[in-house]
């Protein structure tokens, strides 16, 4: 099911674009917003500023943290 600030978002493209419940509502969407989601997701879990000490750790812990607040917000999981 989807989130609601996923649902929030699409609500939104859907005013600007003009388009009826209908198309929003669709799973294309839906999946379409996980993916992009995971993908968002995906590249804070990638980044590594290639510290060779203590850094990685704090960085290491803070990227997994980001990842998973990401995920919660909208309710997907990779």
């Known amino acids: 099911m989807m989130n609601e600030r996923i649902r929030e978002?699409?609500?939104q493209v859907a005013k600007e674009e003009g388009w009826g419940v209908e198309v929003w509502q669709t799973t294309f969407t839906e999946n379409f917003a996980?993916?992009?989601?995971?993908?968002?997701?995906?590249?804070?879990?990638?980044?590594?500023?290639?510290?060779?000490d203590y850094r990685d750790q704090i960085e290491n812990a803070f990227r997994r943290?980001?990842?998973?607040?990401i995920k919660?917000?909208?309710?997907?999981k990779l």
Not at 65 to 69: F, G
Not at 72 to 76: K, L, N, R
Request: glycine share 6%; net charge negative; with cysteine.
């Open 9 to 11: 978002l699409a609500k």
């Open 72 to 76: 919660q917000h909208f309710g997907v």
């Open 65 to 69: 943290d980001c990842v998973d607040n």
């Open 34 to 52: 996980k993916l992009i989601v995971r993908e968002c997701a995906m590249l804070v879990e990638t980044l590594s500023p290639g510290y060779n």
